[in-house]
């Protein structure tokens, strides 16, 4: 329609930069993926947990004073009050569950799960986005290791159960209280005498965090990192028992992993066990589809009682396009099962499907009073097995037409009442 004359058109807004719509059917997928991850994690103990989108700045600024997700990715705001509160949108959820757990104090182990957004301002890029959606589990209280094979294990099922075959666990431990300061004196010192080998970026990450440097996925920072001092060469007998621990239970359940000497996380709470997913169909530089680790000292950083933890939390975004590039969890929602044809217009059709839906069948419908031929179209696109008409004779008659959709199917006139119990006839009888 053209535009009057005087009236300015109006822009056109479009989701802010790292965002996205999620339609239809993708939004069903994702969906659908939260479900088997709430169902897995049902069956084994862990119950739901649901925290605020956003929390006060210093619950997320105990996630590392260097961090980059702290320094630079957070989405900090203030709000009305007086004075005003310094808050952030959760760029995780590990640290909100252990400000619950400190607040709560809920009896051990605590087990939970949560599924939702995240908020990073990282740069966009394929599988990289300024909000995201995470599912994940954490178990607060206990540090027996076989609490890490069942954290570790349920990521395994969880991978499995969409079909995907093409992910790898690689595992690490990053040591304890007790062992870690002599690694990072030992790594710090290793990188300084090889400073000048190292990329540009890698010598601005060591002066704040050496062992971030681990992490850089440069090839001229590569050399020096495949000769960098190990974790493994400065276990404590308690750090190095409990990975040997972790690695028989997982052994036990055939869960493959690669122990990965040079594993670091992006976040600085982490403590012995660590591990992250690999998806070997994505591109390297975003193939991370989940991660996480033990962070036995998090919950006393946020005011709580000393409390070990560990969980993993696994991309939701990276997960689809994972199984996207293997072609598993194809995840199409199921179709409706019935289609409801209406050109008599009325009440009618809006009661059927009421009915029908009752009696707990899928059920969508036409409307606007389109042609027979339109609606009918739109029935076998709706991949519904049967179709319910109601047309003009039908309504005087007090009758329906319940036609069977499938191949070389036929049709019959029911009386209204008994539209209910033909369609349930029609659709466990095998297709004619
Ligand atoms: P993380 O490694 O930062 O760990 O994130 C976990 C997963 O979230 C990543 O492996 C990746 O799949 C996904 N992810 C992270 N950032 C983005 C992004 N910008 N766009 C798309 N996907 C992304 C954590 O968040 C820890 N809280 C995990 C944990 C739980 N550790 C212990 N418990």
């Known amino acids: 329609m053209a535009v009057a004359s005087g009236v300015v058109a109006q822009p056109l807004f479009r989701a802010p930069v790292g965002t996205r719509d999620i339609l239809p059917p993708e939004s069903v997928r994702r969906r659908r993926l939260v479900s088997v991850f709430a169902d897995l994690a049902d069956r084994s ?19 590392g004073a260097n961090n980059d997700v702290v320094t630079k990715e957070l989405f900090e705001f203030f709000d009305k009050g007086d004075p005003p509160r310094h808050l952030a949108l959760r760029p995780e959820l590990t640290a909100s569950v252990c400000r619950a757990f400190a607040e709560h104090r809920p009896t051990v182990p605590w087990k939970i799960w949560y599924s939702g957004p995240q908020f990073r301002y990282e740069r966009p890029q394929a599988g990289r986005y300024r909000q995201f959606d995470q599912v994940g589990v954490e178990t607060l209280g206990t540090d027996d290791p076989y609490a890490d094979v069942e954290v570790i294990g349920l990521g395994v099922r969880f991978y499995e159960a969409l079909g995907m075959r093409q992910v790898r666990l690689q595992i690490n431990s990053l040591g304890d209280a007790e062992s870690r300061p002599a690694y990072d004196a030992a790594l710090a010192d290793y990188l300084q005498n090889r400073r000048g080998e190292l990329s540009e970026q890698s010598r601005v990450t060591l002066e704040r965090n050496p062992l971030r ?6 090839e001229q920072d590569q050399p020096v990192i495949a000769a960098a001092p190990v974790m493994a060469d400065f276990l404590s007998g308690a750090s190095a028992e409990h990975f040997v621990a972790v690695k028989a239970g997982l052994d036990s359940l055939d869960a493959a992993y690669e122990v990965s000497p040079r594993l670091v996380r992006g976040l600085d709470y982490y403590t012995r066990t660590t591990f992250e997913f690999v998806a070997d169909a994505l591109d390297t530089a975003q193939n991370a589809v989940g991660g996480g680790g033990r962070y036995d000292g998090l919950v006393e950083e946020l005011g709580g009682p000393p409390t070990p933890g560990i969980g993993f939390a696994l991309g939701v975004d990276r997960i689809l396009l994972a199984c996207d590039a293997e072609g598993a969890f194809g995840g199409a929602s199921p179709p409706v099962q019935v289609f409801v044809v209406d050109v008599a217009g009325g009440l009618n059709a809006a009661v059927l499907c009421d009915r029908l839906r009752q009696a707990g069948l899928g059920v969508d419908r036409a409307f606007g009073g389109r042609s027979m031929k339109a609606q009918m179209k739109r029935a076998d696109r709706s991949g519904a097995s049967v ?12 009758t329906a037409t ?16 008994e539209v209910v119990v033909a369609v349930a006839e029609m659709l466990a009888g095998a297709a004619p």
């Open 213 to 218: 440097v681990l992490d850089s996925k440069r």
């Open 45 to 63: 103990g862990f119950e739901l947990l649901e925290s605020p989108i956003f929390e006060e700045l210093g619950v997320f600024q105990r996630l």
């Open 387 to 398: 179709a319910v008409i109601v047309g003009p004779d039908e309504q005087a008659a007090g």
């Open 402 to 417: 319940v036609r069977d959709m499938r191949p070389g199917g036929g049709q019959r006139q029911v009386p209204e009442p």
